[in-house]
């Protein structure tokens, strides 16, 4: 049995803290004081409601920023519990309940909540052997990404195609992207966005626009907790209402997810699963969020960040890259370096593209495979227009069955590949490989020194 030393111990707690205030919404994070409470914000009438379309051409980050009302989000915000708070099930929602009680059954028991919210796991004593596959917990170049647990799909790390950069933004949708979603157009250039549940309804009309632009959307929780923290009932809330967020806003149902820090084990792999969503880590890190001045490395670090990532094409795999649409500086250096990104990569794409997710939503919109895409085939088809795109209190309901799936997948222990492979197939697309991704993916955090418990920080 080994121990956290104190002395790492300490360094994670010091790391941690200096996270969350780059990016840790119900925390003390920089950006809270930007956000509001949406009861108050939907008492402030704007002259007329904006739409996605309007809002979309605003070019000053402070007016994309100012707070307008949607009524239908007003509407809807009751069934949800608070944004930017730890989520629950609120007591009366016995839809999201019945579904939890559904998948309780297939998650595996003696997996205790690790340290808390924040990501102070000072008191956590957990064994060497790494018996839950914590991705937390590796150091760089032995991150688990394959369950201990038998019938849970591995974590998706790698874009399996020859120099390719896999393009992955999380934290958004931001208030001021317009800027950034205007360059990708202009660019041709569509991306895999995280969006966090309590952005999409702090600002709906932004998470609209990256849908209606063509990107491919995925969840990255409902108020960015580590998720290891928290309870069976929190790990569900925080995905559920995530993803009912995105159907209600937008009217998609996600499959996927990426889980905030990085931070997943197998119990927290069993509740995505139960809840139709893969989980998708990453194998190159930009570290972007730590750019001065919302964090505290200088620009230039955060460009030989990326320059080291550039300089490593392979001509066998490829990389899903973190970056972030956190903050305008985040986005400006994504803009900035894209020319050699894809001077360097024979193919920048999204993760529909590089996995040929050709269904990634329970709604008729198909995405091009990769041979299409690459070939410039980029578009999406049947995304709702700008004018068509509605918000209501939509009936969410997990893909593949969620609470089913789960139950099949507890019921017949398979090889995780095995299981990555029929959902994958389940979801209309072919499998993957990505399984076989440990010994792959983990070289590439060589370069970052992105190792929590050894007291660097690591951000998704
Ligand atoms: C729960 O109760 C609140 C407050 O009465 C209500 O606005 C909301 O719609 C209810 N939620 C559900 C799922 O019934
Ligand atoms: C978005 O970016 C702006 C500009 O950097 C920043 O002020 C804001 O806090 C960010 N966050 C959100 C949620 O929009
Ligand atoms: C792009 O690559 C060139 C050649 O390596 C380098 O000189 C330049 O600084 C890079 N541009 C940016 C914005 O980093
Ligand atoms: C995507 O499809 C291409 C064939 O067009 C194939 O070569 C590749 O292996 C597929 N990728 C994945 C991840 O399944
Ligand atoms: C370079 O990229 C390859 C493939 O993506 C990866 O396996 C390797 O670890 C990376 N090396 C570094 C130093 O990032």
Redesign the pocket.
């Known amino acids: 049995m080994h121990f956290f030393t104190a002395a790492s111990t300490a360094a994670a707690v010091v790391t941690f803290a200096s996270s969350a205030i780059a990016c840790g919404p119900g925390q003390s994070g920089h950006d809270l004081p930007n956000r509001r409470n949406l009861g108050m914000m939907h008492k402030k009438r704007a002259a007329s409601t904006p739409t996605e379309e309007s809002e979309g051409q605003i070019k000053s980050a402070k007016g994309q920023c100012t707070y307008y009302n949607v009524p239908e989000v007003a509407a809807i915000i ?2 949800y519990p608070t944004i930017w708070q730890t989520a629950t099930i ?7 309940q019945n579904l939890f009680n559904t998948i309780k059954k297939s998650i595996p028991s003696g997996i205790s909540p690790k340290g808390t919210r924040a990501g102070d796991f000072t008191s956590v004593h957990y064994d060497s052997s790494d018996p839950d596959c914590w991705w937390t917990f590796g150091e760089a170049g032995q991150k688990c990404d394959v369950p201990k647990h038998d019938g849970l799909p591995a974590d998706i790390t790698i874009c399996d195609e020859p120099s390719t950069w896999g393009l992955t933004f999380d934290d958004g949708p931001n208030c001021s992207h317009n800027a950034f979603y205007d360059y990708l157009l202009e660019k041709k250039q569509k991306a895999t966005m995280f969006y966090i549940g309590s952005n999409v309804l702090d600002w709906p009309l932004q998470a609209q626009r990256g849908l209606v632009d063509g990107h491919h959307i995925c969840s990255h929780t409902f108020s960015h907790p580590y998720m290891t923290a928290l309870t069976d009932d929190q790990v569900f809330a925080e995905l559920y209402y995530s993803s009912k967020a995105i159907k209600d806003v937008m009217g998609i149902t996600v499959d996927c997810w990426r889980p905030p820090y990085g931070d997943i084990d197998d119990r927290v792999r069993a509740i995505a699963t139960g809840l139709g969503l893969k989980s998708i880590l990453w194998s190159a890190d930009t570290t972007d969020w730590q750019v001065e001045p919302e964090g505290n490395k200088p620009r230039s670090a955060i460009e030989n960040n990326y320059a080291t990532i550039i300089a490593n094409v392979s001509k066998t795999i490829g990389n899903i890259v973190l970056t972030h649409e956190i903050n305008g500086d985040t986005m400006d250096i994504a803009m900035e370096q894209y020319p050699n990104i894809s001077k360097a990569f024979n193919n920048v794409v999204p993760l529909t593209a590089c996995m040929n997710w050709t269904n990634p939503y329970a709604e008729d919109i198909t995405y091009p495979v990769f041979k299409d895409y690459v070939k410039g085939n980029i578009e999406p088809s049947g995304v709702p227009s700008p004018s068509a795109i509605s918000i209501s ?1 939509a009936a969410y309901s997990p893909m593949n069955g969620g609470g089913s799936s789960a139950v099949e997948a507890a019921g017949s222990p398979t090889s995780a590949s095995e299981s990555n492979a029929a959902q994958a197939a389940s979801s209309g697309s072919s499998s993957s490989g990505s399984s076989g991704a440990a010994g792959l993916a983990v070289p590439a955090f060589a370069f970052i020194g992105a190792v929590v418990m050894g007291g660097a920080a690591v951000l998704a």
């Open positions: 009751p069934n609120p007591s009366n929602d016995t839809t999201a209190n």
